[in-house]
């Protein structure tokens, strides 16, 4: 599976976009890449995933590089209750293979 | 929460004793997963199953045995608890090619 780094935190302003980088250089081709938030004593959710294509639901957008090394998770208009981590996992997928997980990003949304 | 129950939600023991953690999902999912996250290590998996009574050792798996006689049930057992084995634990389930999906942890505090 592949090592992610993220940074560890990051600040926006409410209603502003918050664009989250992932960097996943080590990523095979048919890993995707997985988008997971964890809101204080939760259990992490999952927000989106891809391989290749960029995606969007009605979360967030993830827009993932042409040579997949990295990807951008985006809250289009962050609002306070965003505050979260936010994990980037890679996955193969139809796999139960350990995956790992790194510290994620601290997201602070401010008024 | 993707239809899993973790119990009990809180649990105080002291050492030496044993623990059972439960973790039910009403998903019908294959795969199943416990996690234990402590402050600057992340998410790290313990144990995880691929159907009933199969099963297999995560990357902190000592001290820790687990069992999943129905599909629905993954059962963690601390043998003998100890100071370390304080931590919020996760289950997580999944099925073929689709996302994880967290329960909202146990929290064990062992005295």
């Known amino acids: 599976d592949a090592k992610t780094t993220q940074p560890p935190s990051m600040d926006c302003a409410e209603g502003r976009a918050a664009n989250l980088p992932c960097n996943h250089s080590?990523?095979?081709?048919?890993?995707?890449v997985y988008w997971y938030r964890q809101i204080h004593s939760q259990g992490p959710q999952y927000i989106i995933h891809?391989?290749?294509?960029?995606e969007t639901n009605e979360m967030a957008s993830l827009i993932i590089t042409e040579d997949r090394k990295s990807s951008t998770l985006i809250l289009p208009h962050a609002t306070l209750r965003d505050t979260a981590v936010y994990y980037c996992?890679?996955?193969?997928?139809?796999?139960?293979?350990?995956?790992?997980w790194g510290l994620g990003t601290s997201l602070a949304v401010n008024p | 929460d993707a239809g899993i129950t973790q119990s009990p939600r809180h649990k105080v023991t002291e050492t030496g004793t044993p623990v059972t953690l439960r973790c039910h999902q009403t998903?019908?999912?294959?795969?199943m997963y416990w996690y234990r996250q402590d402050p600057g290590h992340g998410l790290r998996l313990i144990h995880y199953?691929?159907?009933?009574?199969?099963?297999d050792k995560g990357e902190v798996s000592d001290g820790y045995s687990v069992s999943r006689s129905k599909t629905e049930d993954f059962l963690l057992t601390l043998e003998s608890a100890t100071s370390s084995q304080t931590s919020v634990y996760f289950c997580?389930?999944?099925?073929?090619?689709?996302?994880?999906?967290f329960g909202n942890g146990t929290r064990l505090t062992v005295t």
């Open positions: 997580a389930i999944r099925d073929l090619n689709s996302p994880l999906h």
């Open positions: 998903e019908n999912h294959r795969y």
């Open positions: 199953s691929y159907g009933v009574k199969d099963t």
């Open positions: 080590t990523i095979s081709g048919n890993e995707y």
């Open positions: 891809g391989l290749k294509n960029n």
């Open positions: 996992i890679g996955l193969l997928a139809g796999n139960n293979r350990k995956l790992i």
